[in-house]
């Protein structure tokens, strides 16, 4: 069986539609999906918690608490 790339389906089909009827489109995709759980490619639910950790590394040897004061006194000179 072939596979379908979203990239074809959009140029042979959905490109060629008038804007009005992509964005019903769109509108009805979005519904679909928002009716769905979120799901990985293996078929369980994600949890918020699996990210945890992400990102740590960007905040090595930074000090919470001098960060958080460095942005009160920015908030402090804003008009």
Same mark, same amino acid.
């Given at each position: 069986?072939?596979?379908?790339?979203?990239?074809?389906?959009? !140029?042979? $089909?959905?490109?060629? #539609?008038?804007?009005? *009827?992509? @964005?019903?489109?769109?509108?009805?995709?979005?519904? &679909?999906?928002?009716?769905?759980?979120?799901?990985?490619? !293996?078929? $369980?639910?994600?949890? #918020?918690?699996?990210? *945890?950790? @992400?990102?740590?590394?960007?905040?090595?040897?930074? &000090?919470?608490?001098?960060?958080?004061?460095?942005?009160?006194?920015?908030?402090?000179?804003?008009?």
């Amino acid at each position: 069986m072939a596979v379908v790339r979203a990239e074809d389906i959009y !140029e042979r $089909h959905i490109k060629l #539609l008038p804007a009005a *009827e992509r @964005l019903r489109l769109l509108a009805i995709v979005a519904q &679909d999906l928002a009716a769905q759980p979120a799901q990985s490619s !293996e078929g $369980h639910q994600r949890s #918020l918690l699996e990210l *945890e950790g @992400l990102g740590a590394e960007i905040w090595q040897g930074i &000090d919470a608490q001098e960060y958080v004061n460095e942005l009160r006194k920015e908030w402090d000179h804003r008009p």
